[in-house]
């Protein structure tokens, strides 16, 4: 009779395995909180959803206007995802560190990582960010 009561070995790995599976998608598809646009932070995070989208014409909207709205190239950014790491500065000048994760071309996987710093000065009120930064280092301003 003991012998029917006893879950299969199988048993309980395949639910720790759904349980990972769960908690990765669930990290995966959390929503990205809106930073207010009118503080450095929420610059920065303008500016790069606007890079991500392709769209440079927005992104330079975002920058202290010394450089061409056609910025070039740049460098890839399929799948790039940023997340904040600190923002140091005062009311005139400030540096928001962001730290960019690309999923890697290595056959076997993982993300290269780096961190990005980004200088922003207060235009009247408004945060600009010097330009040339990530992506389109390079470019002549």
């Known amino acids: 009779m003991d012998e029917e009561r006893k879950l299969p070995g199988w048993l309980l790995p395949v639910v ?14 959390r929503d990205t909180p809106d930073l207010d646009p009118s503080t450095p932070e929420g610059t920065v995070q303008a500016y790069l959803r606007a890079v991500f989208a392709g769209d440079q014409e927005a992104a330079t909207e975002y920058t202290d206007g010394e450089c061409d709205p056609n910025l070039g190239p740049g460098v ?8 904040l790491v600190s923002v140091e500065g005062d009311d005139s000048q400030t540096t928001v560190v962001v730290k960019l ?14 961190e990005e710093w980004f200088t922003l000065i207060n235009d009247d009120g408004n945060w600009v960010i010097q330009q040339p930064v ?3 280092y390079g470019v002549e301003c």
Request: glycine share 16%.
């Open 76 to 83: 890839p950014v399929e799948g790039v995802s940023a997340s």
């Open 16 to 29: 720790g395995g759904l349980a990972v599976v769960v908690l990765v998608a669930a990290g995966l598809l």
């Open 134 to 136: 990530w992506p389109y």
């Open 101 to 114: 994760s690309q999923p890697s071309e290595d056959p076997f996987g993982g993300l290269s990582e780096w």
